[in-house]
């Protein structure tokens, strides 16, 4: 038994190991601020494993040059993409869609309940600005600091009067526009225009060099934190109208998501049964092997995190097919080596090589059309394709590296190499 086939045997039951404690049911988070990891180690199930809400908005593009249409387009779905993912939502689907002439934004938000804090959270164009008063008309004027000179804006709490407060921090052309407004504003007021709405205006006390600011108001803690997120999220480049709002409930539901479930389950344990009763001792080990594959793989899920919808366990189960098919490649390989009157270990080895050219070319070409769902595609073929792709990939490992090992520790051990021979 030579020191690489012990190395890899350990090596494959740490993995084991890990996966097993990632999979259990009441694993607790991982968070590890040092290492900006966090993650909370729960399955993440689709609209129609979960529910959830779906809904589109209508942007009005109606002031900007036709040519632009697209890159607008784009950024108002990457701005809405900020924002949802400030809200903790996981996985959430957003992408461009058309109705008619009318460009939108299509919206699902897996498991969410709080329907109308993500709609105002949308919606909200957090246009921020900065007025000094006129001395010759007593009215407000603009000064030319705005939301777009914002490095960044956080929420915390006035020590002296215990509410709220966004503190806001300038780029280096923003505090610059600071400083100047502040130093021909000493002992004058200077207002905060939010989305054409003056929500405080402060004098002066002294000139601000460091490009540093609070807003404050009227606000409960949801309202500074959404407050934060929209200016740090940027204004939305059009404006938008939510024309369409759905609430999902979970389509499949408890019953048929067990159903599913036991069906796969039946499918993997006929399987086992069919590679032990045909394979002999070869097949126990790639069934072992293959109970290793889907704890690494519900691992890697977990880990990602994957959202699970019943096209992507349609995936994952098909995937532990391509496993087995691995596996019955380099096992007839193998038989035809011993027939030949060749060593078990050379058998093995000549197993391996001979039927590896084969399980790369199928592997390749079906995680080639999975990145070109996942590239093109959306929604539910995206997620049949990732959890596809992942499967693919983690049974090639699983075929060639742990089932190899495990074959190997019996074929050098004299006493039990007899029990691989057909």
């Keep these: 038994m030579t020191k690489k086939n012990l190395f890899l045997f350990f090596l494959i039951l740490l993995l084991a190991g890990l996966a097993f404690w990632v999979d259990r049911p009441n694993v607790k988070p991982i968070d590890w601020p040092k290492l900006g990891i966090s993650r909370d180690l729960k399955i993440h199930q689709g609209l129609d494993l979960k529910g959830g809400v779906h809904l589109v908005y209508e942007g009005d ?5 036709a040519n632009k249409y697209e890159e607008a387009h784009q950024a108002l779905v990457n701005t809405i993409e900020k924002r949802i993912n400030k809200l903790g939502v996981t996985e959430p689907i957003i992408q461009k869609g058309r ?27 957090a246009q ?17 600091l705005t939301g777009a000179h914002l490095q960044r804006a956080d929420v915390q709490i006035n020590p002296e009067t215990g509410e709220p407060e966004v503190a806001i921090e300038f780029d280096a052309q923003g505090t610059k526009l600071f400083k100047a407004i502040t130093e021909r504003n000493l002992q004058k007021p200077v207002a905060i225009k939010l989305d054409e709405e003056i929500i405080s205006a402060p004098i002066v006390q002294t000139v601000i060099n460091e490009g540093k600011g609070v807003i404050t108001g009227k606000f409960d803690m949801k309202e500074a934190k959404a407050l934060a997120i929209n200016l740090n999220s940027g204004a939305l480049p059009v404006p938008t109208k939510l024309i369409q709002q759905e ?11 067990k159903k599913s479930l036991v069906a796969g389950l039946l499918g993997v344990l006929l399987v086992a049964l069919f590679m032990i009763l045909f394979y002999k001792t070869p097949g126990f080990l790639a069934t072992l092997a293959l109970f290793i594959y889907a704890l690494l793989v519900l691992a890697i899920f977990k880990l990602i995190p994957v959202t699970i919808t019943l096209a992507g366990l349609a995936g994952f189960i098909l995937s532990v097919g391509m496993a087995v098919d691995a596996n019955i490649l380099i096992f007839e390989r193998m038989k035809e080596e011993i027939k030949a009157g060749k060593p078990t270990l050379t058998a093995l080895n000549e197993g391996f090589r001979r039927a590896w050219p084969s399980i790369r070319d199928s592997n390749f070409s079906s995680l080639i059309t999975c990145f070109i769902l996942i590239w093109f595609g959306s929604g539910l073929v995206r997620g049949f394709a990732v959890t596809l792709a992942i499967g693919i990939l983690v049974s090639m490992f699983s075929a060639i590296t742990i089932t190899r090992t495990f074959l190997k520790l019996v074929v050098l051990n004299k006493k039990l190499e007899r029990l691989v021979r057909p």
Excluded: C, H, Y
């Design 61 to 65: 593009f109606s002031k900007i040059p």
């Design 99 to 125: 109705i008619g002439d009318k460009r939108t934004v299509i919206i699902e938000l897996p498991g969410l309940s709080d329907v109308e804090q993500a709609t105002k959270m949308i919606g909200q164009t």
């Design 128 to 144: 921020l600005s900065f007025l000094e008063m006129d001395s010759t008309t007593l009215q407000w004027k603009e000064t030319g």
């Design 247 to 257: 609430n999902i409930s979970a389509t499949l539901g408890p019953e048929s998501i």
